[in-house]
């Protein structure tokens, strides 16, 4: 779960640099890098979009919740398993394979 003040801290951390637009391309590009195949669909969704304010809107949102989850959850897969993993243990007892 991502909580108020991460999302919070996020927000604050992108209005803080000079420019709005250069931190989300910023993150775009980290995205990119690290989840082709995400941003790619992310990149369409928003490019369906038929106004340019929902556009933004959507594109602001969305790398929001990005960069919420890469301050609450780190960066790379290894750290998500790390994270993630009690939980999928305790699943995995539940589930018969």
């Known amino acids: 779960m991502i909580d108020e003040s991460t999302v919070a801290s996020v927000i604050k951390d992108l209005l803080r640099g000079d420019s709005l637009r250069q931190e989300l391309d910023a993150t775009f590009r980290r995205l990119e890098l ?3 195949a995400l941003s790619e669909l992310i990149a369409g969704e928003v490019a369906e979009i038929d106004s340019a304010t929902g556009q933004a809107l959507g594109y602001f949102l969305f790398l929001t919740v990005y960069r919420a989850f890469e301050q609450r959850f780190g960066t790379s897969p290894s750290q998500y ?10 699943r995995s007892k539940r589930v018969p394979v």
């Open 34 to 36: 690290r989840h082709p």
């Open 81 to 90: 398993r790390e994270r993630f993993r009690p939980a999928l243990n305790r």
